[in-house]
């Protein structure tokens, strides 16, 4: 069904989408399970914005992972979960038991009173629970919102409190390489910070370790679980009813509330995961996301288990207990597809080739990069010593609000160029624009990536706040959709991803706002202002690089040092680990405009350390700065 076979059978395929895109996609969704088949394929104007598929059409998204499936392939293993510790045995779950899984906590679900439209938290580490508690939700009509379990009670409670979730579901710990987390005590710090919309809180075992349980809100998820019914009639859901929000950085302060619906995602997830991967039945596929991104969501479990795969769900990290685990479980389950991100290819490199010496890796046909650009050594590596000359690396380019992979080559059918995420996917027509948002035709140039017509798992809105959707997508460039990145169309048409060009940073993969940082930052009490910028770090792709006015350091009565550490604990805190800086430079003014602006480009360089153009600072308020950060950057007159 759907499925790619050659190249000549894309550029037939891409052909057919762009002249008649509704006849395409409902070609792809007649694959599928509508209890009421649609009215229309699409209705769309990007002014408001407005992109609505499949319109009336009545359906449920885990009817179709299950009950479209269950008499063909009841008995596949649907997930395959490994442990941090490979010492304790890995779980295979096949369909029918997943069905069940889903269906009992689904009732147990309802019978604390969520139901249809309801937000629900997820903020639980990588077992197959995660899976089961977005998939419960989704059978019920109610909204999930997963949170990665390495955010913050902070984060987390702001999360809660735009979305007004009535329920989190946690676990009572959470194992990351030799480390034991505290999962439990998170929430309960996040509940005190929000407004009360929670009403339930369902904690699952994992760690066993001790934590506190509120009486009337806490309840353990095995007990809830114990006589509830495994059976559970999905309910039914309009094609453009909510699926989950996902909160995603942008470069204001305040994450925002990505929207998917559920027709148009279903399709997407499941089409462009069965062309990318070129997945065939009996396939071992690998993602090592964690289901907090959206890669998670839509190449972990929906696109995977639409299309009938067994996926891989890997609660560890790539070096615990040694470098080599992941080869190790690629060997140990004969994994087909792996998927994963530059920053841990970078990371795994870094310890040489010995790690890969004791491991086959010979299941594996293809290879996937995803999250940020990947530079050719790493990309070279990757693709001679893991998947030994012989496997595709597919680089595949897209975001949390494209909901799926948009360019990407297709394995073993694209033929590949390192760095390059080569050609769209059919449905999707990427344009290339200037600053003034004229449109680049033709091959050799580069400028800024814009889509320009819908595709069915775009984004519908910010929650809660369109507007704020319009102004950040589609009011850069009238009549498109701005990705914010910059982007290249070589001689062959191939697409090379450039990187962003707003304050989005990308560290490990993982998006972060300047501003959300500087926000974090600036909660110190003796911090007056500061500036975040990102500089090219070996390992993470992009560190964080922080500018910081503080109080007079006599009167603090700290060394700087101490402030330092201070500084970058409070941004632990407020965000989470991932989000603390590389470096802090105390400064005593930051490089501003006439208008106030900072002159983020000034500070990018000096991070960057180099200092050769830093073009005309004489139109800045303040340029005798300049100077001092200079020097205090090490950087020599
Ligand atoms: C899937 C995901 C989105 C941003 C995006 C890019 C960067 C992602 C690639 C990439 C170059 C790639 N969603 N990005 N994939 N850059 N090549 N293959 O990562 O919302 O978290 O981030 O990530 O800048 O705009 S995300």
Redesign the pocket.
């Known amino acids: 069904m759907s499925r790619i076979h050659s190249l000549g059978g894309y550029f037939h395929e891409y052909q057919k989408s762009v002249q008649n895109p509704e006849a395409f996609w409902a070609s792809v969704a007649d694959n599928f399970y509508w209890r009421k088949k649609w009215d229309k394929v699409l209705e769309w104007n990007f002014e408001e914005p407005k992109a609505e598929w499949f319109i009336n059409g009545k359906l449920n998204i885990t009817e179709n992972i299950f009950e479209r499936q269950l008499f063909t392939h009841g008995d596949r293993t649907a997930i395959i979960w490994e442990p941090n510790d490979p010492n304790e045995p890995a779980e295979h779950i096949s369909y029918r038991e997943l069905y069940e899984r889903v269906c009992q906590f689904a009732n147990v679900l309802q019978a604390k009173g969520i139901a249809k439209g309801d937000r629900v938290m997820i903020y639980l580490p990588m077992i197959p629970e995660a899976a089961v508690a977005m998939l419960a939700c989704a059978r019920i009509g109610a909204i999930h919102s997963v949170v990665f379990a390495g955010f913050s009670a902070t984060a987390l409670a702001d999360r809660i409190k735009d979305c007004q979730a009535k329920a989190v579901l946690t676990s009572d710990g959470n194992y990351r390489g030799n480390k034991t987390i505290e999962v439990k005590s998170v929430v309960d710090e996040a509940l005190s910070m929000s407004d009360g919309s929670v009403e339930t809180v369902i904690v699952c075992q994992r760690t066993k370790q001790a934590i506190s349980m509120t009486a009337g809100r806490d309840h353990w998820w095995h007990e809830l679980c114990q006589g509830a019914s495994i059976e559970h009639k999905a309910e039914e859901m309009d094609s453009e009813d909510m699926l989950f929000i996902l909160y995603?950085s942008g470069s204001t302060g305040k994450p925002k509330g990505v929207v998917h619906t559920t027709g148009g995602y279903m399709i997407y997830t499941y089409y462009s995961f069965k062309n990318v991967f070129q997945y065939n039945p009996g396939d071992v596929y690998w993602c090592t996301a964690d289901v907090g991104?959206?890669?998670g969501h839509s190449y972990i479990v929906y696109g995977p288990l639409l299309a009938g795969a067994t996926t891989l769900m890997f609660e560890g990290v790539p070096t615990y207990p040694h470098p080599g685990r992941f080869w190790e479980v690629i060997d140990k389950h004969q994994v087909n597809q792996f998927y994963t991100a530059p920053t841990a290819i970078r990371a795994l490199q870094a310890f040489g080739l010995e790690p890969l010496q004791d491991y086959k890796l010979s299941s594996l046909k293809t290879l996937g990069?995803?999250?940020?650009?990947?530079n050719e050594e790493a990309w070279r590596w990757y693709h001679d010593h893991v998947g030994k000359d012989r496997c595709p690396v597919v680089?595949?380019?897209?975001?949390?609000?494209t909901g799926g992979i948009l360019i990407s080559p297709l394995s073993g059918i694209t033929p590949t160029k390192p760095t390059y995420?080569t050609l769209p996917l059919p449905g999707i027509q990427p344009v290339i624009v200037d600053a003034e948002g004229n449109e680049l035709k033709g091959n050799s140039v580069e400028g800024n990536l814009c889509i320009k017509f819908p595709w069915p798992s775009m984004l519908r809105t910010t929650y809660g706040d369109h507007e704020r959707c319009r102004q950040t997508y589609f009011a850069t460039y009238k009549g498109y959709y701005f990705?914010?990145?910059g982007v290249k169309r070589d001689e062959d048409g191939y697409y090379r991803?450039l990187?962003?060009v707003d304050d989005v940073i990308?560290v490990s993969?993982h998006?972060m706002g300047t501003a959300e940082v500087e926000n974090a930052i600036n909660e110190h009490p003796l911090v007056i202002e500061s500036a975040v910028v990102g500089f090219p770090h070996e390992i993470k792709g992009q560190g964080i690089y922080a500018y910081v006015i503080c109080e007079d350091l006599e009167k603090t009565q700290r060394t700087e040092e101490v402030l330092k550490k201070e500084i970058i604990d409070t941004v632990s805190k407020i965000i989470g680990p991932i989000a603390k800086p590389d470096k802090v430079l105390l400064v005593s003014g930051l490089p501003k405009t006439r208008s106030g602006k900072i002159m983020r480009r000034i500070l990018r360089k000096v991070a960057e350390g180099d200092v050769s153009s830093l073009g005309d600072i004489s139109t800045l308020l303040n340029p005798e700065v300049v100077e001092e950060i200079k020097t205090k950057a090490g950087i020599p007159a």
């Open positions: 995603t991104w959206i890669t990069s995803v999250g940020e650009p990947i680089d595949t380019w897209w975001q949390t609000e995420a990705t914010g990145d991803i990187g962003r990308n993969g998006r």
